[in-house]
């Protein structure tokens, strides 16, 4: 979006400065800020650091483009008196074209002294200022200090309204209508914006006296979230979280059952340290992220016996329940129905279909069934105390000791019974004769 922008400036910034250096007051560049998505932790990072860091710098002009639906741990007060207290001119531009600005995001904005949005872009409502905090105060004494006076009765009268472009601008919640970056910056030229140390008014084009073309004279400056901001606000989106616990939870399942450590344990630790970072800025319900873990414990317990049964469906209630009463505060975080519903359904059937196919082709024998293994030797390969691995047929099982006394690994033991996928096993030495060295036939 930020590539978009530069070239729609490039007709406007081809005109060469004038005499005047580039570093002496009024032309020490314009900074533009890109804030898409909610306003999180790295979000209200960067809108702090740019205002900081255009102040230290002198910059002629700092500009937000800002697209959020809303903010999300973290203070829109904190944001929009920073704005309101910025000792350089700010422009917020809700843009491009369709973007909109509500809750938290429309109070950043509506701080800034100048204020545009593009065509068919939206602003509002005002509430909640909050997602995770829906039923706070919108308006008050101190978010009233803090909006442009010029536009605090228009607030007023539509905060709780979604106001698109042209009804914005007609009713004051909005200064301008700019439908690009290039006109926001032509449509400020020669305009006086007030800043925390008294009103500036901007000079920041000219024309050329050889191609009579009207361009920027000074630099543009393109600023975004960093890679490693990035990756936190895509953690912190609400429906990726949820995708990524449950995927998760899933290939770590599917890694207890292979008996191994790989690439899915690994991926699947990955996404559920990235769940829990996400978790960790959104409004949890902990109730509900229990129900998820015991709907993929429910399942494994069936996929353990080989088929469907009871406990599927109390995995499948427990996670429908679980997706959708996962986040508290506004609806608004609410993954979309089509994502849970593709994610409980792939869950159910990678669960009770995949996993148990995968179970029943990796601890099958060939020559060899289930139940005629009773009475068939093999050898530990992960100490039997009560559970562990054993090796029979050149197959490995999960395996259960019928006895008080551990099988250590590496010892030899005699298959006595098979439950589902589970192997009831005891020493070779001193174990109990298999029943069928019982039967009238042998005596």
Not at 192 to 211: E, K, M, R
Not at 359 to 367: D, G, V
Not at 382 to 396: E, F, M, N, Q
Not at 428 to 435: M, P, T, V
Request: hydrophobic share 50%.
């Amino acid at each position: 979006m930020l590539v978009a922008s530069a070239i729609a400036l490039t007709v406007l910034h081809a005109t060469p400065a004038p005499a005047a250096s580039s570093d002496a007051p009024g032309f020490r560049g314009i900074d533009v800020v890109q804030v898409d998505g909610l306003i999180d932790p790295p979000n209200a990072t960067l809108i702090h650091d740019s205002i900081r860091d255009a102040e230290k710098r002198g910059s002629t002009l700092l500009v937000l483009q800002m697209d959020s639906g809303g903010v999300v741990d973290t203070d829109p007060l904190a944001l929009a008196a920073d704005i309101h207290n910025a000792r350089v001119p700010v422009v917020v531009w809700i843009g491009p074209a369709g973007a909109g600005v509500r809750g938290g995001a429309a109070l950043i904005a509506e701080a800034a002294p100048v204020l545009s949005i593009a065509s068919n872009g939206h602003i509002g409502p005002l509430r909640p200022l909050r997602l995770d905090q829906p039923n706070g105060a919108v308006l008050n004494g101190a978010t009233r200090a803090v909006i442009a006076p010029k536009r605090l009765a228009a607030v007023q009268r539509t905060a709780g309204l979604r106001l698109g472009a042209s009804v914005a601008r007609r009713d004051g919640a909005v200064d301008r209508i700019d439908p690009v970056l290039r006109a926001v910056l032509q449509g400020v030229d020669g305009t006086t914006i007030g800043t925390a140390v008294g009103p500036q008014t901007l000079h920041i084009s000219a024309v050329d006296p050889g191609t009579k073309q009207r361009g920027l004279n000074q630099t543009v400056r393109f600023r975004k979230v960093s890679l490693i901001g990035q990756m936190q606000h895509t953690l912190d989106a609400p429906w990726v979280a949820y995708f990524l616990f449950v995927v998760g939870g899933a290939l770590i399942a599917f890694e207890f059952f292979t008996i191994s450590i790989g690439l899915a344990g690994l991926t699947g630790a990955v996404a559920l340290v990235g769940a829990c970072y996400g978790f960790s800025h959104l409004p949890v319900r902990w109730w509900a992220l229990g129900l998820l873990m015991l709907s993929l414990v429910a399942f494994s317990i069936d996929v353990q016996a080989g088929g469907l049964g009871p406990w599927t469906i109390i995995g499948a209630v427990s996670l429908g329940v679980g997706s959708v009463w996962l986040y508290g505060g506004s609806p608004q975080l609410a993954p979309p129905w089509w994502t849970i519903a593709l994610v409980c359904i792939a869950t159910a059937v990678f669960m009770i279909g995949a996993m148990t196919a995968m179970l029943r082709s990796r601890f099958s024998t060939p020559t060899l069934g289930r139940e005629g293994m009773v009475g068939e030797l093999g050898t530990a390969e992960v100490a039997v105390a009560p559970d562990g691995v054993v090796r029979v047929r050149d197959a490995l099982w999960r395996a259960r000791t019928n006895r008080a006394t551990p099988v250590p690994a590496g010892s030899a033991v005699r298959v006595v019974a098979v439950e589902g996928l589970l192997l009831e096993v005891e020493p070779e030495e001193g174990g109990a004769r298999d029943y069928r060295d019982h039967s009238p036939r042998e005596r």
